[in-house]
Structure formats: structure tokens, C-alpha cells
């Protein structure tokens, strides 16, 4: 047994020596089967890569997606694609172009309306979109009134004056009635100069009232004339009514991005806080929803909805230097 343990290995070396060891030229069974293994996976590679020369996967994400990207990948691959049958590769190709264009197409409206700029939104009739509460059966007074100051921000004492009181209308009137004799309140009083307006007395008030035009209720006149007294007090405290009002802002205006009409609150922390000072400082018809209408009127809260042509405008005008000082 042992004589065969220490021959076994001898043997084994002579054998490979001499009578298995493949000659000078020759290739081995095992060589050509892993040559040949290795070159069907070159050729199964080459052609994976002409089958699919885009090459979209599931894991990118539709914002890295562009014609460009597609075009440019598709000429990066003209080479692999001439030598490849046409017949064999336009299925999947075009399958694969068509997931890209639809990726790609969602993108395309919104990039177009950016690149467009503020004021170019037009609704199906070729007019500029606005916010859902103007219609066609809209009075030209409150589409007037929406596209030119509704939003604007406002820093004129005697503008904000205005708005208040106007604001203060809205507990007996709505916007339209309103807009309609505003040029009838400027002349009742006095162009809404705080200081003129302080000191009618009471035949002035009675006149006001008195007028059928005006149509506005003695207790409204005084109201009036009552927040003219109260802001003089705040201009002596603050320097003017400007910098009070747009103190509750930080004197930025607050840019909001409502889709719906319904998400628009009828009033706000902010406005809850002005109208609370107000009352104490002896201001009237200044509750917290009529405050939220001024501040929305005034440019302290940009409230125009996101498609609306406006918003863009408001929130351009937002970003000016501030003209309150």
C-alpha cells in the first residue's frame, strides 16, 4: 500500500509531462469552450446596446428627462445603429421615445408659461386668465379695480385711508357697488386727506349722509370720519399710517399661492392683530375680515391666485425696494 501511495503521484506528474500536456500550437477542449462562452456574451452585450440605445431606466425621474437628452443620446448611438437591422431595433426604440415624450410632455406648459413671464397667461378666449371671481358678467369697475390696484402694494397715507374706508363699506355694499361711486366718496370727502377729513363737523356729516348718490348711512360718515381723527394720532406716533400698517407685515408684502378661491381665508392671524390694536387705538368698522380685505386691497397680502396673469405682476411689485420710509 504504501509502494502505491508514493508511486501515485509519480505517476501523475510523468502522465502530465509527457502524454496530456496539449502541444506547441494546439488549444485544449476547455479553452475553446470559455473562448467561445466569453464571446457570446461580448456579442449578447453589443447587441443589448443596439437593441436599446437610450437607455431609460425606471430610476430616473422625469425633471432629468429633456428632447435635448433624447436626441442627444440618440446621436451618440448613430454608430452602433447603422450595423444593426432596423427591423429588429423600431418596436423597442420607438416604445422607448414615446415613455420620454410622455415623461417629458407634463414638463412642457409650465416651462412654457415661465419663459413666457408674468402677464402672458391667457385663458382659452385669448384673454388674460384672472383670478375664478371675475367672470364675463363682471362689471369693468371691479375687473378695472382687480387688474390695476387689487394686490398693488400701497405706502400713500391718503391711498390706505381710502382703502380703509372703502373696506369698511363692504359691511353694506359689495366691491362693484362700491368701485362704481368711488369718485363720489374722493369728492364727499375731500380726497380722503386724513387731516381735512378730521375736522367736518356735523352739518358736513349730515350733508354726506343726506346725499342720495353717496348713499352711505350717517353712522358709516362718522365711522369715517371718526378713523381720520385716529389716524392723525398714529402718524404723530409712528411718522405716518404707512409705516403702522405695514409694520404687521415686516414691511414686506405677504405672497401667498392660492389654486382655489375656497382657500383663501377670510381672515388671518395678521390681520386679527392689526384689527385688535386698532379698536383700541378708537378705530371703527375695522374687524378682522374687513382688516383682512384692506390688507389684501393694500398690497400687504398678495392673495391673486397662482394662474392668475396678476400674480406674477404683484409679486414682481412686491420685490422692489420698499418705498414706506
Not at 41 to 62: E, G, Q, V
Not at 169 to 194: C, H, P, Q, V
Request: aromatic share 8%; proline share 5%; charged share 25%.
Amino acid at each position: 500500500m504504501s509502494t502505491d501511495k508514493a508511486s501515485s503521484p509519480l505517476s501523475l506528474r510523468r502522465s502530465f509531462l509527457t502524454g496530456n500536456k496539449p502541444r506547441s500550437g494546439e488549444r485544449s477542449p476547455a479553452d475553446d469552450s470559455s473562448k467561445a462562452s466569453s464571446s457570446r456574451l461580448f456579442d449578447l452585450s453589443n447587441h443589448l446596446k443596439k437593441i436599446y440605445p437610450i437607455r431609460i431606466h425606471r430610476t430616473i425621474s422625469a425633471s432629468s428627462l429633456s428632447l435635448s437628452s433624447v436626441s442627444l443620446s440618440l446621436s451618440q448611438n448613430s454608430n452602433d445603429s447603422s450595423t444593426t437591422d432596423y427591423s429588429t431595433i423600431s418596436p423597442p426604440l420607438d416604445r422607448k421615445i414615446s415613455l420620454a415624450l410622455r415623461l417629458i410632455a407634463p414638463l412642457r406648459p409650465a416651462l412654457e408659461r415661465r419663459e413666457a413671464g408674468p402677464g402672458s397667461i391667457a385663458g382659452d378666449d385669448g384673454e388674460p386668465r384672472r383670478c375664478n371671481w371675475i367672470t364675463k358678467t363682471s362689471d369693468k369697475a371691479y375687473v378695472s379695480f382687480h387688474d390695476e390696484q387689487w394686490g398693488v402694494p400701497v405706502y400713500d397715507d391718503r391711498e390706505l385711508f381710502e382703502l380703509l374706508a372703502m373696506s369698511g363699506m363692504l359691511m353694506d355694499y359689495n366691491w362693484t357697488e362700491i368701485l362704481k361711486r368711488k369718485s363720489l366718496f374722493r369728492e364727499a370727502f375731500a380726497g380722503f386727506e386724513a387731516s381735512a377729513v378730521a375736522k367736518m363737523g356735523e352739518k358736513e356729516m349730515a350733508d354726506i349722509a343726506s346725499d342720495k348718490e353717496v348713499m352711505l348711512a350717517e353712522c358709516r360718515v362718522r365711522c369715517i370720519v371718526d378713523n381720520a381723527k385716529c389716524i392723525l394720532k398714529v402718524v404723530r406716533e409712528c411718522g405716518s399710517f404707512s409705516n403702522y400698517v405695514w409694520s404687521y407685515v415686516n414691511h414686506k408684502p405677504i405672497v401667498n399661492r392660492y389654486r382655489h378661491p375656497r382657500h383663501i381665508p377670510l381672515r388671518t392671524p395678521k390681520a386679527e392683530a392689526m384689527s385688535k390694536d386698532m379698536q383700541k387705538r378708537g378705530f371703527r368698522l375695522v374687524g378682522p375680515v374687513i382688516v383682512c380685505s384692506f390688507m389684501q386691497a393694500a398690497g400687504l397680502t398678495i392673495d391673486h391666485l397662482v394662474d392668475c396673469y396678476r400674480h406674477g405682476e404683484c409679486v414682481s411689485l412686491a420685490e422692489r425696494p420698499w418705498r414706506h420710509i
